[in-house]
């Protein structure tokens, strides 16, 4: 090992000054070991050599032969002189002469006099660092934190940024401070936020935050950015780091293995930004794979951030999975082994005052880099758009700060009015005034505004297809030609190249490094996908195609625009030819639309799956256990019976049974459900031909393979119920139902034409079962003793 190889260690043992000269001395030598372990050199401390003790003995092995250095650390807050170095050196010749030693370092915490590195450049084999001299020169942390703390300064965010909150008014960055210093047991931090709530704001700004204090004193924390929305695939944390440390950030000499020591000796906050722009590309099996791999650099000592979109989790079990380490069965919470628990933190809109000083902040700073001097008019122009924007009847709609910034850039045109836009005019005036602006310029080739319009559209929409809605960036090579011959007249002779650069310098698409393009925020992405939905039957699209797309953003910029019932209404049609899976998302919005209209739903509602399927979305509804238990109800009491003419069950019951089984299992063990649970199994059990098993019986059969499939109810109740070996405590045998068994049996043969997504299938299979007493059902003495016969 070299002597420069030494200084790729890094640790954050805290090196404070102290009344006591040796416990000053002992912090900085215990900062030095933890460097050294962390790399894997061995070392001793406090070793006699001959007469002398040697403060910190290292073995360096990575030479042709070992080398043995000895090391005195001073813990002074000032710089060591001349004097005080060459006690240390004499101390120590002795050893150097004989051979003892190989070196002698002497490393200090701030630095040395110009006549004490003179003295230490004229004694071979006598070297002098200071801390920062020693963690850097290999590692170059510095110089990476330096690169790292410039997004913070990205479209000029450091101009504008206004401290955000959490829950009770706190400050963000105060409670994740504290946190740093704290600990709090260990647990990791989620910092959650719907879309343009500015999580990626906030975690650049504690990027520069932790960064600029790092560079001050490198005992700090060094903060490791990692955008997961670059994770398209199964991604391991070696890959991961390396790819944003080595790769992007050059980092000098990039180990995985040391980087893991080092952490779990506390010298990083790990941040994981955009987990739910992951998540859109990911099934859940990879998603789960991959924040696996986030969870392997939680461990002791380390501190490590997660942000993004809580919708990202499609269910309570996921986000139990995925942030809180537990397992949710029914109304039993599971720990899982190794997983830890995430602290919770949302953040919350900006208050009036806040969106008002963060108006005040961005056109100041637009004024300032346009060349005005900020005088006494340019700060009554600011304060009459403050105004204005005061005036606006829903300002509420402008708290996200992602909306409050494309508001204040249409602001910052003199020529606008501001008035009471809605969100969706919002992002149209601000894509319009960005297209007409660069339109104006003479070099720009002759293409209307509509069409430059509809050209990002398609882009969107096919970056938003490509990956399913989590990449913001792509190499504009990639884009397909079809999408520029759709808006490129003839007569516009040019490359492809050529178009390519007109269409995306004209636009408020940016390169930021390499041949990547970015859209500013996904929202605008979201915003194009509203748009190309309110053309759907134009554009050709399906139902299917619309589910896999949309989500609740895109939903809120439909509603906010003119055509929303015009998607509403083509979605409905569709529904009537579809069949598969809905989100439940899709579901509620079409339900609410015909509740709330007068959408006339005759037609549709003749088909029978899709009246029932709309019945029973309150079964899905898990904030209001009462409208689940009285759908379920329903269900049960009026849709369950209905049996076909050759006596088996009736298709809608067939239907009726797959939800209200869905539903059960969800609530299986909560003791309100389980009454409706003995309903159901009653009426199955009602519908059970015993004629039929008798015959079966007397002819020698076995009933679970004479069983007949006509009889739906019958097939259900032989073969996915058994009689327990024990008794119950009346004395007689219980009946063992499986609803998991029921639900994939239903799922796998039977299953509704249209069904909610993003439910589990298949379900384990013996997980879902409940016992219920024989006696609760009514037959005679000889078909029950039949039926527990048949069942064992």
């Not at 008035?419 to 297209?435: C, G, N, P, Q, R």
């Not at 393009?517 to 050709?540: D, P, Q, T, V």
């Not at 529904?575 to 998302?585: A, I, Q, S």
Request: proline content about 3%; hydrophobic content about 40%; some cysteine.
């Amino acid at each position: 090992m070299t002597n420069s190889s030494l200084s790729q260690l890094s640790e954050t043992a805290n090196i404070t000054m102290s009344n006591n000269p040796v416990a000053i001395g002992d912090q900085l030598r215990d900062h030095v070991i933890n460097l050294l372990e962390a790399r894997g050199v061995r070392v001793e401390r406090e070793i006699r050599i001959g007469i002398k003790r040697v403060d910190v003995l290292a073995t360096l092995e990575d030479d042709l032969e070992p080398r043995r250095i000895a090391i005195e650390c001073k813990n002074f807050d000032r710089n060591l002189s001349q004097q005080e170095v060459a006690v240390v050196y004499t101390e120590y010749e002795s050893l150097l002469n004989t051979g003892s030693v190989d070196g002698i370092w002497l490393i200090a915490r701030k630095g040395f006099s110009p006549d004490a590195k003179h003295l230490a450049n004229a004694k071979i084999g006598f070297k002098l660092f200071t801390i920062d001299q020693f963690e850097e020169r290999q590692f170059g942390f510095s110089r990476y934190v330096r690169q790292l703390i410039e997004i913070f300064r990205e479209q000029d965010l450091n101009s504008y940024y206004i401290q955000q909150r959490v829950s009770n008014d706190e400050g963000l960055i105060e409670r994740v401070h504290k946190w740093i210093e704290d600990g709090e047991g260990g647990k990791p931090l989620a910092i959650l936020g719907g879309y343009g709530m500015g999580k990626t704001s906030f975690c650049k700004y504690l990027i520069y935050e932790l960064g600029t204090a790092y560079l001050n004193d490198v005992t700090k924390r060094v903060p490791i950015y990692v955008r997961l929305s670059e994770i398209a695939k199964e991604q391991e944390l070696e890959g991961l780091l390396g790819k944003m440390l080595a790769a992007r950030y050059r980092l000098s000499a990039y180990h995985f293995h040391d980087i893991m020591k080092l952490n779990r000796r506390g010298k990083f906050v790990f941040i994981f930004d955009g987990f739910d722009e992951m998540k859109h590309a990911l099934s859940w099996d990879l998603f789960k794979f991959n924040f696996g791999e986030i969870n392997r650099a939680v461990v002791e000592n380390s501190r490590v951030v997660v942000a993004g979109r809580p919708n990202a989790f499609l269910s309570d079990q996921e986000h139990s999975w995925a942030l809180r380490g537990t397992r949710i069965s029914g109304e039993q919470t599971i720990r899982l082994p190794g997983s830890p628990e995430y602290i919770e933190l949302t953040i919350q809109p900006f208050s009036k005052i806040e969106a008002q000083q963060f108006l005040r902040r961005y056109l100041t700073q637009h004024l300032t880099k346009s060349g005005e001097n900020i005088d006494g008019i340019s700060k009554e122009w600011v304060e009459s758009r403050v105004r204005e924007f005061e005036s606006i009847t829903h300002q509420d709609d402008f708290k996200r700060p992602v909306h409050l910034k494309i508001f204040a850039d249409i602001a910052t045109n003199r020529d606008v009015g501001l008035k009471d836009f809605s969100v969706y005019e919002l992002y149209e005036i601000a894509t319009k005034l960005t297209i007409d602006r660069e339109m104006q310029k003479t070099e720009r080739l002759p293409i209307d505004g509509e069409k430059r319009s509809k050209f990002l559209q398609d882009v969107a929409w096919w970056l938003w297809e490509k990956d399913g809605g989590r990449s913001l960036s792509f190499n504009p090579r990639e884009v397909p030609t079809t999408i520029l011959r759709r808006i490129i007249s003839a007569e516009h002779e040019s490359s492809d190249d050529g178009l390519l650069r007109e269409m995306f310098s004209g636009a408020f698409i940016e390169r930021k490094f390499g041949d990547n393009f970015y859209f500013a925020h996904r929202s605008f992405l979201e915003f194009f996908i509203a748009k190309k939905f309110e053309n759907a039957e134009k554009s050709g699209l399906t139902l299917g195609t619309i589910d896999a797309t949309i989500n609740i953003e895109i939903v809120d910029f439909l509603r906010s625009g003119e055509h929303f019932s015009r998607f509403v209404e083509f979605a409905l049609d569709q529904m009537r030819r579809y069949t598969g899976e809905l989100k439940l998302m899709l579901l509620n919005v079409m339900h609410d639309f015909m509740t709330s209209t007068g959408y006339d739903k005759g037609q549709l509602m003749n088909q029978q799956h899709i009246d029932l399927l709309f019945k029973s979305l309150p079964l899905y509804d898990v904030t209001n256990e009462a409208s689940v238990l009285a759908t379920l109800r329903t269900l049960v009491e009026s849709d369950l019976p209905m049996r076909a003419s050759e006596g088996g069950m009736h298709e809608r019951g067939i239907n009726a049974l797959y939800f209200i089984v869905d539903a059960i299992i969800f609530n299986l063990n909560k003791i309100e459900f389980r009454e409706v649970t003995f309903d159901t199994i009653r009426e199955l059990m009602s519908q059970v031909s015993f004629a039929h098993l008798r015959k079966v019986k007397r002819a020698g059969g076995e009933l679970r393979s004479a069983v007949r499939r006509a009889n739906f109810s019958e097939f259900l109740i032989i073969n996915c119920c058994r009689a327990t070996a024990h008794n119950g405590p009346d004395g007689t045998p219980q009946l063992l139902v499986d609803f998991g068994r029921i639900l994939n049996e239903i799922y796998e043969t039977r299953r509704p034409k249209i069904v909610v997504a993003n439910r589990t299938f298949p379900l384990d299979v013996g997980r879902f079962a409940i016992e219920l007493p024989f006696m609760e059902f009514s037959m005679t003495p000889a078909d029950w003793s039949l039926l527990i016969e048949g069942l064992r």
